[in-house]
């Protein structure tokens, strides 16, 4: 049509197949959602349509491009959120307090993909506790594996040690087959997977034999002081309060922790008992300590995962 308008953006340096996706999805979702035309060719991405259709969708195409040129992988629930979040920062534009983390022997940079995580990041950055609390698919744990790998790379830690209660879904430990290893080891997976998201396996494999990096039960941390260590708790709605200041109490010179946890998902026979719950009253306004609440929009897993958390919110509250 004659009054179409066409812009071209600059994808120099980008990785075409990373920026536009398997099948061209990245571009074909970009199209659908703004309602514009969309091709790639070479080092150009043409954006066409209507004034306002073209303005609305070059900061959403400049966000993947800017991701995509900082090897992030991208899909389209990346072009789903860019679009939902228009009128925000482009997570790929650098401000102030700039939170990014770039792991030695990764490619691609870790970073906020929501304002939710942005916050959160900025938060474990800036404080000795933090205290993430939201739903799943929010990035809580991914996110504050990668804060401690990286600290662990600057030496600004000499160890991570990440904890999870060991008890979940009221099963006890006594009642699992296979020796103590195998009874724990499929409450603590999750942890190794993101650590090996983030480093080599075999670096992870030497820095657990060296004791740089533990993963344990929550319980194994009674009697110890945890000092110059990046230390996290996940999964902390299942620790009582009983554990949960046992475990505030292990921090040591030097130490930061972060707990992570989803209100919704507390296994413990008596709610009330979450540690959780308990920090939630009794720490806020203590200095050096920070709460960061994600919320379904800060959710980075498949789409359908956010549509999920609200539908049960609402039967909620129904």
Do not use: W
Not at 16 to 32: T, Y
Not at 64 to 75: I, K, N, P, S
Not at 117 to 145: F, M, N, R, S
Not at 252 to 262: E, F, L, P, Y
Request: charged share 25%.
């Amino acid at each position: 049509m004659s009054d179409d308008v066409t812009h071209r953006l600059s994808t120099e340096g980008v990785d075409p197949l990373m920026l536009a996706g398997v099948n061209d999805g990245n571009l074909v979702q970009l199209a659908k959602r703004l309602s514009v035309r969309v091709s790639l060719r070479g080092d150009t991405l043409m954006l066409q349509g209507s004034l306002a259709a073209v303005e609305r969708a070059t900061s959403v195409a400049q966000a993947l491009v800017d991701l995509a040129r900082m090897g992030e992988t991208l899909d389209v629930g990346d072009v789903d959120r860019l679009v939902s979040d228009e009128g925000h920062q482009p997570p790929g534009e650098k401000t102030e307090g700039d939170t990014r983390i770039i792991l030695p022997g990764l490619r691609r940079v870790i970073q906020a993909k929501t304002a939710g995580q942005g916050d959160y990041l900025k938060a474990i950055a800036g404080h000795d506790i933090v205290i993430g609390i939201g739903p799943a698919g929010t990035g809580k744990t991914y996110l504050a594996v990668a804060a401690a790998v990286d600290a662990l790379s600057r030496k600004r830690v000499r160890r991570i040690v990440l904890a999870r209660p060991a008890v979940e879904a009221g099963e006890s430990l006594g009642f699992l087959p296979g020796d103590l290893h195998e009874k724990v080891d499929p409450y603590l997976r999750p942890l190794y997977d993101a650590l090996e998201d983030m480093m080599p396996r075999d670096r992870v494999q030497k820095a657990i034999d060296s004791r740089t990096i533990e993963i344990a039960p929550l319980a194994y941390m009674r009697g110890r002081t945890l000092s110059d260590a990046f230390v996290i708790l996940d999964e902390a709605q299942n620790a009582t309060g009983m554990q949960m200041k046992m475990f505030l109490t292990r921090l040591g010179v030097n130490s930061r922790a972060v707990i992570t946890g989803d209100k919704t998902q507390i296994d413990l026979a008596n709610r009330e008992d979450s540690g959780l719950l308990q920090v939630e009253r009794i720490l806020p306004g203590i200095e050096g300590i920070a709460f960061c609440y994600l919320g379904d929009t800060d959710v980075v897993r498949h789409r359908l995962v956010r549509d999920i958390i609200r539908a049960y919110a609402e039967d909620v509250q129904g």
